[in-house]
């Protein structure tokens, strides 16, 4: 079952990468169209200049054609009136000769300005010289004219040299007006040339700088796309994957078991499930801290990469369960094998810092399709094994039973049944005196459970308080009977005391003795009043914590009592370590005290340690005379059981003390 190997999940980097995409968009297409403005710019101020220049040299080229014709019409006009006034001899024409021959010099003065400068530097080179004699010969002409000598003026106009000089002028003339006319339109058809050739270059230019700006922003455009598909990578494993681990999350598990299903059905292959939960996890969480616990957890996904297959399916199921889905290719026992070394991975101690914790794990295995053929139905039933695995103690491994079904449903019935009840009422407390052996008189009542079930009738603990304390209710059903139990205090003498059991998954409770404290306060009760049991089985879970628990206790004014004494490990251990007002010989021990001498022995023993480190000691189970007797005789201080009352309601152990006093009164008076 081909598997992508887990790594730790980056998480998204603080700028959102949505907004680093759109940056190199918005840069992209900002770069795009400064580029395009500054062409449509460009382009528009050369059009603009190109324009203005045409427009200029157009109108110097019809300046120049009209100062042709004017050139032309005046010296036409001067050569009439000239001829006139020598034909006809009329002063009028010689007037209008001194008129023209003005306006003809400025016409052609305006249309050397027009032309190139060699031009009209050459034009005045040509003309000076002539220009000078035709005036003088035509004054002459005209002085002729003036003394009414017309045939004298005819001879100057007639003569050769002034048609030479005249023909000289008049060739420099129209060549200045044609090479004027010749420079305004060949500066017009260079402006148009060169507005051409600049508009070309500009769109060359353009149509360069918009292909190198498209591929800017199409790179640009390309980055985003990659930011942003990269960005829906990384959210999609972000959606698949535990955020603390880097392991598949519940979401991707379910969708990775249906592939591999089908996978294993095509193929007629077999998958297992393996449901592996941590065993004590919570201590470490309560006693260190939830980042001490999630180091652990990070650690144990790091372990079970080393440990399975990098085919091996593996994800965090919710909170410190786990999931690991096998292909057994190998056959039926891969899965247990795999199951066996998460077991031996976990157990090994971990090591963060100066920091040493130790857990471990229990595994339940469930096969496709043997167990069953879909993904809810294989993790429930991996966990009916998981259930099963740590009921047979921490460190289990457990294959999927049928019969497992019937027991957990019935496991869930009575544990929903429970945490109705609680809340009821259901759940009432009993009590059983503990006496002063040699008075006889009551000095405590041991707080103990019945459950008044609506179907069922009045159930003993041994029916639910295991699943109380598997399912986390232990500690509202002992808050709920301690509430009960003060309230019934009020008809009991004050000189009574109540002894109440506290389990070992409530040592690790933080708030316990606040919680303990505030139930009191609320009914008045002195914490002087209250005796805490804790069994060896609390201690051996935590012993660190177990003292600071005992130590607080006491600083509250409670006392503590170790139960079950000597059916544990490490007794006198614990009793070195930790301060206790009582020590409570089992059942176990009492029961064979006539039986076996070693019994005897074992609580002689006990009550001289209890002398020793001043503390009392209590017999539980005491059922008969002899075994009271042989207990008092023993040294033992207090004792419990049928002897002296069956757990009963507290209206009952009311009425049975009333009967009791009355009874004592009346030996008495006799």
């Known amino acids: 079952m081909p598997h992508t190997a887990h790594h730790p999940v980056q998480l998204l980097p603080t700028v959102s990468i949505v907004e680093q995409t759109m940056r190199q968009a918005r840069r992209a297409v900002g770069m795009a169209l400064a580029g395009a403005a500054l062409m449509t710019v460009l382009l528009l101020t050369e059009r603009l200049w190109s324009s203005r220049a045409l427009e200029a040299a157009a109108e110097r080229h019809a300046v120049a054609n009209r100062l042709t014709g004017e050139v032309r019409l005046a010296d036409q006009q001067v050569k009439q009136a000239a001829q006139m006034a020598v034909i006809t001899g ?18 052609i003065e305006h249309a050397s300005l027009l032309a190139p400068p060699e031009v009209a530097k050459r034009y005045r080179e040509k003309t000076f010289a002539a220009g000078l004699e035709l005036a003088g010969m035509q004054e002459s002409a005209l002085r002729a004219l003036a003394g ?16 030479l000089q005249s023909d000289l002028l008049r060739s420099a003339t129209e060549e200045l007006t044609a090479s004027t006319l010749a420079a305004t339109e060949n500066e017009v058809r260079l402006l148009q040339s060169r507005s051409y050739g600049i508009a070309s270059g500009m769109l060359v230019i ?10 800017r922003l199409s790179s640009g455009l390309n980055r985003s796309r990659s930011s942003l598909l990269d960005a829906e990578v990384r959210i999609q494993r972000l959606a698949a994957s535990d955020l603390l681990t880097g392991l598949d999350n519940r979401a991707a598990l379910h969708d990775a078991m249906h592939t591999a299903m089908s996978r294993a059905r095509r193929s007629g292959g077999d998958l297992a499930v393996l449901m592996v939960d941590l065993d004590r996890f919570k201590p470490v969480n309560d006693r260190h801290g939830h980042m001490v616990g999630d180091l652990v957890l990070k650690e144990v996904a790091r372990r079970l990469g080393r440990c399975l297959r990098q085919s091996d399916l593996r994800a965090r199921y919710g909170g410190d369960e786990f999931v690991i889905v096998v292909e057994e ?37 469930a096969r496709f399709p043997a167990d069953g053929d879909d993904d809810d139905q294989l993790l429930r039933k991996a966990d009916s094994a998981l259930y099963r695995a740590k009921q047979s103690g921490r460190g289990g491994v457990c294959l999927y039973d049928a019969a497992l079904d019937d027991a957990l449903a019935e496991r869930d019935a009575l544990e929903q049944g429970l945490r109705v009840g609680i809340a009821a009422g259901e759940l009432v407390p009993f009590y059983q005196p503990i006496v002063d052996l040699e008075r006889r008189s009551v000095r405590s009542l041991e707080l103990l459970c019945r459950w008044r079930h609506p179907q069922q009738g009045l159930l003993t603990p041994d029916k639910f308080i295991a699943v109380a304390e598997d399912s986390g209710l232990i500690g509202p059903l002992t808050l709920s009977l301690l509430r009960q139990a003060c309230k019934d205090l009020a008809m009991f003498p004050r000189h009574w005391r109540l002894s109440i059991n506290v389990a070992p998954q409530q040592i690790q409770n933080e708030n316990l003795v606040s919680q303990l404290l505030a139930v009191l306060n609320e009914f008045g009760v002195p914490p002087a009043r209250l005796d805490v049991e804790l069994t060896e089985s609390a201690l051996v879970s935590d012993t660190a914590c177990a003292r600071e628990v005992i130590l607080a206790l006491k600083q509250a004014g409670m006392t503590v009592t170790l139960d079950d004494f000597g059916t544990g490990y490490s007794s006198l251990a614990y009793l070195a370590e930790m301060t206790f007002d009582k020590i409570k010989i089992d059942r176990s021990f009492v029961r064979t005290l006539h039986q076996r001498p070693e019994s005897a022995k074992i609580v002689d023993a006990v009550v001289g340690l209890s002398r020793s480190l001043g503390v009392e000691t209590v017999a539980e189970g005491v059922e008969t005379e002899a075994d009271a007797a042989k207990l008092r005789a023993l040294g033992v201080n207090l004792a419990q059981g049928y002897l002296f009352g069956r757990p009963a309601a507290a209206r009952d152990i009311f009425e049975f003390n009333r009967q009791r006093e009355a009874a004592l009164h009346w030996a008495e008076a006799v």
Do not use: C, H
């Open 329 to 365: 290719q190998e056959g039926p026992g891969t899965a247990l094998q795999a199951a066996e070394r998460i077991v031996e991975r976990l157990t090994e101690p971990m090591r963060f810092g100066d920091l040493l914790v130790n857990i471990g794990a229990s595994v339940g295995i």
């Open 206 to 215: 353009i149509l360069g700088t918009g292909l190198m700006l498209w591929r």
């Open 148 to 163: 009414d000598t017309p045939t004298a003026a005819k001879a100057i106009f007639d003569s050769e040299r002034y048609q």
């Open 90 to 107: 009329d002063r009028k024409w010689a007037e209008r000769y001194d008129k023209l021959l003005p306006e003809l010099q400025q016409s």
